[in-house]
């Protein structure tokens, strides 16, 4: 969540568990990293990116420019449901559509919360829709279905798939906390645990622990390390 930035750089939220750099949270950074530190990285691949399910032909839409040609706008659902307006996803993805122009094509791009952003996915893939959606990884529904990222050569999300730099998510701390030791490992540990959680699907026991911190995350905006009493800012989308 951006708006966890701020809070961590006054010190009202210890760590923010869930930064994207160097893209997404690019403006966020350069606003408040003079007063944060990293502390962790905990995915050296992640990725943002635009993507339709796989039964939407490859032959038909490989990339997002595709979109915009008439036998595929003709077939594909014109609301392209984001994330919240000032996530990373929806900063990046707002730049892609202008600069596509999909609102030619008779696309629009609408930011929502996220029950309403997976609702939407859910609905559409059951239905066999044709249709297009910013998303990310780790993330579970890339374990829970197929999907096809689709090519965007101006990368206004960040690196391709596969670069080898891709976007990294990572802990944040004040710069009050002098170095990561002033975080008890245990808590570093939960904190890895539960973003993993998004990314990974292997089991009934971790489905069930991720809807709840997705139910916590959605009520509270927060999580708190029942360890140590610190608030411990977890953002689901980036």
């Known amino acids: ?5 701020p809070k961590v750089a006054v010190g009202d939220v210890d760590l ?5 750099l160097p893209y997404a949270h690019a403006d966020y950074w350069k606003e408040y990293g ?16 635009w993507a339709v399910p796989d039964y939407v032909p490859a032959e038909a839409v490989r990339s997002v420019a595709d979109l915009t040609r008439p036998e595929v706008a003709a077939r ?3 609301t392209i449901r984001g994330t ?4 990373g996803l929806m900063i990046g993805s707002r730049k892609i559509f202008e600069h596509y122009r999909l609102s030619e094509a008779g696309y629009e791009l609408v930011p929502g919360p ?6 939407n996915f859910n609905a559409r893939v059951a239905a066999k829709d ?3 959606m910013p998303l990310w990884r780790p993330q579970f529904l890339n374990k829970a279905h197929r999907l096809r990222v689709l090519d965007e050569p101006q990368q206004f999300l960040g690196a391709e798939q596969g670069h080898a730099r891709g976007q990294r998510r990572v802990l944040r701390a004040t710069e009050q906390a002098a170095a990561p030791a002033a975080f008890p490992d245990r808590g570093l540990r939960e904190g890895r645990d539960r973003a993993g959680l998004l990314g990974e699907c292997r089991q009934d026991e971790s489905a069930r622990r991720r809807k709840t911190l997705d139910r916590d995350e959605s009520q509270h905006g927060h999580l708190l390390d029942r360890g140590s009493g610190r608030v411990m800012a977890h953002g689901g989308t980036p």
Request: aromatic fraction near 20%; proline fraction near 7%; glycine fraction near 0%.
């Open 76 to 78: 594909m659902t014109k």
């Open 1 to 5: 969540m951006p708006r966890s930035f």
């Open 114 to 119: 996220a029950p309403e952003w997976l609702a």
């Open 16 to 20: 923010f568990v869930a930064a994207w």
């Open 130 to 132: 044709w249709f297009v």
């Open 84 to 87: 919240l307006p000032d996530s």
């Open 34 to 49: 003079d007063r944060l530190v990293k502390v962790s990285t905990l995915y050296e691949d992640a990725q943002l990116y």
